[in-house]
């Protein structure tokens, strides 16, 4: 175990290297076996069970074998909508093992994984690292026969995406499809200059500049930009740092995605802005590990900004201004993308969230302020230092200036990324991606909310309908309740597990709707699925369960008449149990007739 | 110095202090079951919640400010403290009259405080192995509630823990590390089972040794101490 | 007015409820000038023969009889009575919840010890009632009204419902009678 020894000696020993060395060992082995655990463990001065707290903690990481190759085919609803459940048969009857398993010959695993940020071209899979789209039946034949020949699987991909998807350090058949180009993101952007422009001013008139343009956070929870740096900014310490987060794990989104494609030297100039903005020198872009297959690319990136002096020690000529940017990979959690928790796995521990306050601004990455922003939200401020605040309040609503990346999949026409002014209509929207019978749409991601059509009035913008981006259509032969079920499962796979109401109630929650789903719903079925998601919200220590039971909560609330004609509506109450299924194990045992046809006696 | 009022009584509260410990310095209890003195709080049970301005917050990670009107006693808040104890339960295996700790559990103590006669929620009855491996500690995962308090409590001298969380979601369990456990002293290993707060960690060879009637919560509620005037 | 009227049954119990309630002392001779008795292991009559008022239940549901005799107390019953551990979260009983009915019914039948090598065979007359695939508690399969948690109950937390119940008043629980041992 030579090797291994060197996989792990060449970090420091410092705990947090931890998940880099994880990662690492994962690398090579496929997985991280016993001695490696033990050998970490004692590089780093940890317990074994630290060590294994970690590898668990991670979608990614694993303690037992996951097969040469790996396969991880996304589940999210976008992809069921898209045939997933064909294209995992036929890699389950391909490979000859079941997902969660892997073949006798340890060649292949197959896994499901939580949305991997590809909603406009599913169904899609991540094979070791390698992104796979639009997959049919037929193409994970072809697969799957190349991956017992010991092709390797990075030369199974044939036909490359567009754009910079084509370069040579990316090579993806994933496609950019942005459909509408805007002026903040998409608009010319000339290399170096928004950084240029930035240290030639003082840092307080750039943080002058970003409060007034009224910037609010891209990632979802709308925080004002400016005021998230000049808090960070007044904060005594000997360091500051800059946080970029590129987790987006959000089911529908992958707006992200396209800019780390497109534009990530826009992305690490508003990074060097931020920086210079609250006196940091050091800028971390913390990137979701399914986005892996861009870390060449964004590194030469960082590579050619420092040639140009972009990056690096006296920046453009500014005389005393220092910046530089590393890129920390995720290993599989949603959760991860609260920031509290993406500070926590920067740091190479456990994804969970930390309580707050402190907040980030005051005691963030190494217990030092910090500024979390979204990819988007680093981009734009970028623009707004180039072009000004007045430019960008001249786009959007009085309370929602500039554009917004939407991430628009589902049934549609035309998925893709739109850049959009703040202030279109849902009806709007819809007409320009081509949902010509939309039946429900969920704006924000699971997390957000399910609007029927009645509310395809409603505006996007912070003061209407805030969201990250996240728009997914269903047309009206969708099943709801699949879709809902869909979401809660997202949500009991990606709860952390801290805190007692989301790690407990998520799964209650679910169980009552299949209850419903089953047949055997109530009135007070429905009266129970509000009350328990009202508790859940309220109790939840962060953002994941706060919003968890809003697929429930919010279909209640939009779609009532589908739970009303679920239920029976002249029962107060319906047992879940039903004596045929109950008793059908033992009567197979025992070859008698299972009890068929009964009727509760209520 | 500052002052805060819970349900509507004005109360001084220390800089830098917690409601929670603000509440206990003046006489009101606010339930908690994960918290534990000398330990950073981590508000994992949630049962501490308050009601702060129509904001919900965990009392024991929450410092008090300045103003703050808290609510601690309204009904519905109750109810959901409640639904969180029912949630526990339903959660775990939670076979009291086979447990060690019964009348000593604090779980246990605050559904009887709450009156809880079943759970609103169905069983999960999930499968959970009995990890009996240390020499002289059993795990009864079965029981576990993530509380955290070991993994707080029972370090190495050189700072690793013994007790750390495993996996994620409601598959997470508290994990032991093989060889430190086994390294463990008779100390160690009874301060382990005194500040689990369930019947999860159990010192081997010992149990039952208080007779019935006389464990910490045969006679009176949980929380006595603080607040003497339960209105129930 | 007539007495009220009370039926009692054990499920998947051991009988120590029913134990409790035969525990309330000299009360019992209250309690029979209160109200009646009609189907009940107590009386031994085993069928419904009136309408009945209070129906108590010891015990969880194993098997496919449990389900019937609880279903008929439902149906017979206007107030229904989880009484005890098992009735309430399964107990004992559910410890099996998280064993294949398999494995159940191959250690109790197969490999037990106990089990006379001539006799190796898993039960299955029509006649016999079919085990389920785990222990139900009674308020998962029918609606109940109270709860009366304990291993067993006390008597005092038996009288002091049954008197309640029956007088039409709310039920004044006292701390030291709810537990759950
Ligand atoms: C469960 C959860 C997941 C989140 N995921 C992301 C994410 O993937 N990307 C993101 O930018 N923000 C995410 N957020 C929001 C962040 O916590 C944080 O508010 C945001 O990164 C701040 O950046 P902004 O102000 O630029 O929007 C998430 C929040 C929660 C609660
Ligand atoms: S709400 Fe969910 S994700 Fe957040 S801390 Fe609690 S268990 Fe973890
Ligand atoms: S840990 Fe407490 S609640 Fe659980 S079985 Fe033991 S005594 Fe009962
Ligand atoms: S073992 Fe005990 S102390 Fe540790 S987390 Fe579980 S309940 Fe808490």
Same mark, same amino acid.
């Given at each position: 175990?030579?090797?291994?020894?060197?996989?792990?000696?060449?970090?420091?020993?410092?705990?947090?290297?931890?998940?880099?060395?994880?990662?690492?060992?994962?690398?090579?082995?496929?997985?991280?076996?016993?001695?490696?655990?033990?050998?970490?463990?004692?590089?780093?001065?940890?317990?074994?069970?630290?060590?294994?707290?970690?590898?668990?903690?991670?979608?990614?990481?694993?303690?037992?074998?996951?097969?040469?190759?790996?396969?991880?085919?996304?589940?999210?609803?976008?992809?069921?909508?898209?045939?997933?459940?064909?294209?995992?048969?036929?890699?389950?009857?391909?490979?000859?093992?079941?997902?969660?398993?892997?073949?006798?010959?340890?060649?292949?695993?197959?896994?499901?994984?939580?949305?991997?940020?590809?909603?406009?071209?599913?169904?899609?899979?991540?094979?070791?690292?390698?992104?796979?789209?639009?997959?049919?039946?037929?193409?994970?034949?072809?697969?799957?026969?190349?991956?017992?020949?010991?092709?390797?699987?990075?030369?199974?991909?044939?036909?490359?995406?567009?754009?910079?998807?084509?370069?040579?350090?990316?090579?993806?058949?994933?496609?950019?499809?942005?459909?509408?180009?805007?002026?903040?993101?998409?608009?010319?952007?000339?290399?170096?200059?928004?950084?240029?422009?930035?240290?030639?001013?003082?840092?307080?008139?750039?943080?002058?500049?970003?409060?007034?343009?009224?910037?609010?956070?891209?990632?979802?929870?709308?925080?004002?930009?400016?005021?998230?740096?000049?808090?960070?900014?007044?904060?005594?310490?000997?360091?500051?740092?800059?946080?970029?987060?590129?987790?987006?794990?959000?089911?529908?989104?992958?707006?992200?995605?396209?800019?780390?494609?497109?534009?990530?030297?826009?992305?690490?100039?508003?990074?060097?802005?931020?920086?210079?903005?609250?006196?940091?020198?050091?800028?971390?872009?913390?990137?979701?590990?399914?986005?892996?297959?861009?870390?060449?690319?964004?590194?030469?990136?960082?590579?050619?900004?420092?040639?140009?002096?972009?990056?690096?020690?006296?920046?453009?000529?500014?005389?005393?201004?220092?910046?530089?940017?590393?890129?920390?990979?995720?290993?599989?959690?949603?959760?991860?993308?609260?920031?509290?928790?993406?500070?926590?796995?920067?740091?190479?521990?456990?994804?969970?969230?930390?309580?707050?306050?402190?907040?980030?601004?005051?005691?963030?990455?190494?217990?030092?302020?910090?500024?979390?922003?979204?990819?988007?939200?680093?981009?734009?401020?970028?623009?707004?230092?180039?072009?000004?605040?007045?430019?960008?309040?001249?786009?959007?609503?009085?309370?929602?200036?500039?554009?917004?990346?939407?991430?628009?999949?589902?049934?549609?026409?035309?998925?893709?990324?739109?850049?959009?002014?703040?202030?279109?209509?849902?009806?709007?929207?819809?007409?320009?991606?081509?949902?010509?019978?939309?039946?429900?749409?969920?704006?924000?991601?699971?997390?957000?909310?399910?609007?029927?059509?009645?509310?395809?009035?409603?505006?996007?913008?912070?003061?209407?309908?805030?969201?990250?981006?996240?728009?997914?259509?269903?047309?009206?032969?969708?099943?709801?309740?699949?879709?809902?079920?869909?979401?809660?499962?997202?949500?009991?796979?990606?709860?952390?597990?801290?805190?007692?109401?989301?790690?407990?109630?998520?799964?209650?929650?679910?169980?009552?709707?299949?209850?419903?789903?089953?047949?055997?719903?109530?009135?007070?079925?429905?009266?129970?699925?509000?009350?328990?998601?009202?508790?859940?919200?309220?109790?939840?220590?962060?953002?994941?369960?706060?919003?968890?039971?809003?697929?429930?909560?919010?279909?209640?609330?939009?779609?009532?008449?589908?739970?009303?004609?679920?239920?029976?509506?002249?029962?107060?109450?319906?047992?879940?149990?039903?004596?045929?299924?109950?008793?059908?194990?033992?009567?197979?045992?025992?070859?008698?007739?299972?009890?068929?046809?009964?009727?509760?006696?209520? | 110095?500052?002052?805060?009022?819970?349900?509507?009584?004005?109360?001084?509260?220390?800089?830098?202090?917690?409601?929670?410990?603000?509440?206990?310095?003046?006489?009101?209890?606010?339930?908690?079951?994960?918290?534990?003195?000398?330990?950073?709080?981590?508000?994992?049970?949630?049962?501490?919640?308050?009601?702060?301005?129509?904001?919900?917050?965990?009392?024991?990670?929450?410092?008090?400010?300045?103003?703050?009107?808290?609510?601690?006693?309204?009904?519905?808040?109750?109810?959901?403290?409640?639904?969180?104890?029912?949630?526990?339960?339903?959660?775990?295996?939670?076979?009291?009259?086979?447990?060690?700790?019964?009348?000593?559990?604090?779980?246990?103590?605050?559904?009887?405080?709450?009156?809880?006669?079943?759970?609103?929620?169905?069983?999960?009855?999930?499968?959970?192995?009995?990890?009996?491996?240390?020499?002289?500690?059993?795990?009864?995962?079965?029981?576990?509630?993530?509380?955290?308090?070991?993994?707080?409590?029972?370090?190495?001298?050189?700072?690793?823990?013994?007790?750390?969380?495993?996996?994620?979601?409601?598959?997470?369990?508290?994990?032991?590390?093989?060889?430190?456990?086994?390294?463990?002293?008779?100390?160690?290993?009874?301060?382990?089972?005194?500040?689990?707060?369930?019947?999860?960690?159990?010192?081997?060879?010992?149990?039952?040794?208080?007779?019935?009637?006389?464990?910490?919560?045969?006679?009176?509620?949980?929380?006595?101490?603080?607040?003497?005037?339960?209105?129930? | 007015?007539?007495?009220?009227?009370?039926?009692?049954?054990?499920?998947?119990?051991?009988?120590?409820?029913?134990?409790?309630? @035969?525990? /309330?002392? *000299?009360?019992?001779?209250?309690?029979? &000038?209160? %109200? !009646?008795?009609?189907? =009940?292991?107590?009386?031994?009559?085993?069928?419904?023969?009136?309408?009945?008022? @209070?129906? /108590?239940? *010891?015990?969880?549901?194993?098997?496919? &009889?449990? %389900? !019937?005799?609880?279903? =008929?107390?439902?149906?017979?019953?206007?107030?229904?009575?989880?009484?005890?551990?098992?009735? /309430?979260?399964?107990?004992?009983?559910?410890?099996?919840?998280?064993?294949?009915?398999?494995?159940?019914?191959?250690?109790?039948?197969?490999?037990?010890?106990?089990?006379?090598?001539?006799?190796?065979?898993?039960?299955?007359?029509?006649?016999?009632?079919?085990?389920?695939?785990?222990?139900?508690?009674?308020?998962?399969?029918?609606?109940?009204?109270?709860?009366?948690?304990?291993?067993?109950?006390?008597?005092?937390?038996?009288?002091?419902?049954?008197?309640?119940?029956?007088?039409?008043?709310?039920?004044?629980?006292?701390?030291?009678?709810?537990?759950?041992?």
């Amino acid at each position: 175990m030579a090797q291994e020894k060197d996989i792990i000696l060449r970090h420091p020993k410092d705990p947090s290297a931890l998940l880099d060395i994880i990662r690492d060992v994962q690398d090579h082995f496929g997985h991280v076996p016993e001695e490696a655990v033990a050998r970490v463990a004692a590089h780093l001065k940890l317990s074994e069970a630290e060590v294994r707290g970690a590898v668990t903690f991670y979608h990614f990481f694993s303690l037992t074998p996951r097969g040469a190759s790996t396969v991880y085919l996304n589940d999210s609803i976008t992809s069921r909508m898209k045939g997933r459940t064909a294209v995992a048969k036929a890699f389950e009857e391909e490979a000859g093992c079941r997902f969660g398993e892997v073949t006798a010959d340890g060649l292949i695993g197959l896994f499901s994984t939580s949305c991997i940020g590809m909603s406009d071209q599913e169904p899609s899979a991540i094979i070791n690292g390698v992104v796979f789209t639009r997959l049919t039946p037929l193409k994970v034949k072809h697969l799957v026969k190349a991956i017992k020949t010991g092709k390797p699987v990075r030369d199974m991909v044939t036909a490359w995406g567009d754009g910079a998807n084509q370069s040579d350090l990316v090579r993806s058949m994933v496609s950019n499809n942005i459909r509408k180009k805007g002026p903040v993101i998409f608009g010319p952007f000339e290399s170096g200059s928004a950084i240029k422009n930035a240290v030639a001013r003082k840092p307080e008139d750039i943080i002058a500049e970003v409060k007034k343009s009224k910037l609010l956070g891209r990632g979802g929870a709308g925080f004002p930009t400016g005021l998230k740096w000049e808090f960070c900014r007044k904060e005594k310490s000997d360091m500051r740092y800059v946080l970029c987060n590129a987790d987006e794990g959000e089911p529908g989104t992958f707006k992200d995605r396209v800019i780390l494609t497109e534009m990530p030297q826009l992305l690490f100039e508003g990074m060097a802005v931020a920086g210079y903005a609250i006196g940091a020198r050091e800028g971390l872009l913390y990137l979701r590990s399914e986005y892996a297959y861009l870390r060449n690319h964004l590194e030469a990136v960082l590579e050619g900004m420092r040639r140009e002096n972009l990056l690096g020690n006296n920046i453009a000529g500014s005389g005393d201004f220092s910046f530089d940017i590393t890129i920390a990979l995720g290993a599989g959690a949603y959760v991860c993308g609260e920031e509290s928790a993406l500070l926590e796995s920067a740091e190479g521990r456990r994804g969970e969230p930390r309580n707050r306050p402190p907040f980030p601004v005051q005691t963030g990455y190494r217990n030092r302020p910090t500024t979390v922003n979204n990819v988007e939200t680093l981009c734009t401020a970028a623009k707004i230092i180039l072009h000004g605040a007045a430019w960008f309040q001249s786009m959007g609503t009085a309370r929602s200036s500039g554009t917004k990346l939407f991430s628009v999949s589902g049934d549609c026409e035309r998925p893709g990324v739109y850049e959009l002014e703040f202030g279109l209509t849902v009806q709007e929207l819809l007409d320009i991606v081509g949902a010509k019978d939309a039946y429900a749409v969920q704006v924000g991601g699971p997390s957000g909310t399910c609007l029927s059509r009645q509310d395809f009035r409603r505006r996007f913008a912070f003061e209407d309908l805030s969201t990250g981006g996240s728009v997914m259509i269903f047309g009206p032969w969708r099943n709801m309740f699949e879709i809902v079920a869909n979401f809660m499962d997202f949500f009991i796979e990606e709860s952390c597990g801290w805190c007692t109401p989301c790690r407990v109630g998520n799964t209650l929650l679910k169980g009552k709707l299949e209850k419903i789903m089953a047949g055997r719903g109530s009135a007070q079925d429905l009266r129970d699925l509000e009350a328990w998601g009202k508790n859940i919200r309220a109790l939840s220590r962060c953002g994941l369960g706060q919003t968890s039971p809003n697929p429930i909560l919010s279909t209640l609330q939009n779609f009532r008449e589908l739970y009303e004609e679920a239920i029976d509506r002249h029962k107060e109450f319906v047992p879940d149990f039903d004596l045929g299924e109950a008793s059908l194990e033992a009567a197979r045992l025992t070859h008698r007739q299972p009890i068929m046809g009964e009727t509760s006696h209520e | 110095m500052s002052e805060i009022t819970i349900d509507g009584k004005v109360c001084k509260a220390r800089a830098g202090l917690t409601i929670a410990e603000v509440a206990k310095a003046n006489g009101i209890y606010i339930p908690t079951l994960c918290n534990y003195r000398g330990l950073k709080p981590v508000g994992s049970c949630r049962v501490c919640t308050v009601r702060v301005g129509g904001r919900y917050m965990a009392a024991c990670t929450q410092i008090a400010v300045e103003g703050m009107v808290v609510e601690n006693t309204a009904p519905d808040l109750e109810d959901m403290r409640r639904s969180i104890l029912e949630m526990l339960f339903v959660e775990g295996n939670h076979m009291c009259p086979t447990c060690e700790k019964s009348g000593n559990c604090e779980l246990q103590a605050l559904a009887y405080r709450y009156q809880i006669m079943a759970p609103r929620f169905p069983f999960q009855f999930p499968v959970r192995q009995v990890d009996a491996s240390a020499p002289k500690i059993v795990l009864e995962h079965n029981r576990c509630i993530q509380c955290q308090r070991c993994v707080r409590s029972i370090q190495t001298e050189d700072g690793r823990r013994i007790f750390v969380p495993q996996n994620r979601s409601r598959r997470r369990k508290i994990g032991v590390d093989p060889r430190l456990v086994s390294e463990l002293t008779d100390e160690m290993a009874l301060k382990a089972m005194d500040v689990c707060p369930v019947g999860s960690i159990l010192r081997k060879e010992v149990g039952f040794a208080v007779p019935i009637g006389q464990r910490k919560f045969d006679k009176k509620p949980i929380g006595t101490e603080i607040d003497e005037e339960i209105t129930r | 007015m007539s007495k009220p009227v009370i039926a009692t049954a054990s499920l998947a119990g051991c009988f120590g409820c029913h134990m409790s309630i @035969l525990d /309330i002392d *000299e009360r019992i001779l209250k309690l029979i &000038e209160l %109200v !009646e008795f009609n189907k =009940s292991p107590i009386d031994d009559i085993k069928t419904f023969t009136k309408p009945v008022d @209070l129906g /108590i239940i *010891e015990g969880g549901c194993c098997n496919s &009889e449990n %389900v !019937e005799v609880l279903r =008929s107390f439902r149906k017979n019953c206007r107030i229904l009575v989880s009484l005890g551990e098992c009735a /309430i979260m399964g107990g004992l009983p559910a410890m099996r919840n998280g064993i294949p009915v398999k494995e159940c019914l191959e250690e109790a039948y197969l490999n037990s010890l106990s089990v006379a090598p001539e006799d190796k065979i898993i039960p299955n007359d029509e006649e016999l009632p079919i085990v389920l695939d785990k222990v139900y508690p009674c308020h998962e399969v029918v609606k109940v009204d109270y709860f009366l948690p304990g291993c067993p109950p006390s008597a005092d937390i038996i009288w002091e419902a049954l008197t309640a119940i029956v007088e039409g008043r709310p039920l004044n629980l006292t701390y030291d009678m709810i537990k759950f041992d």
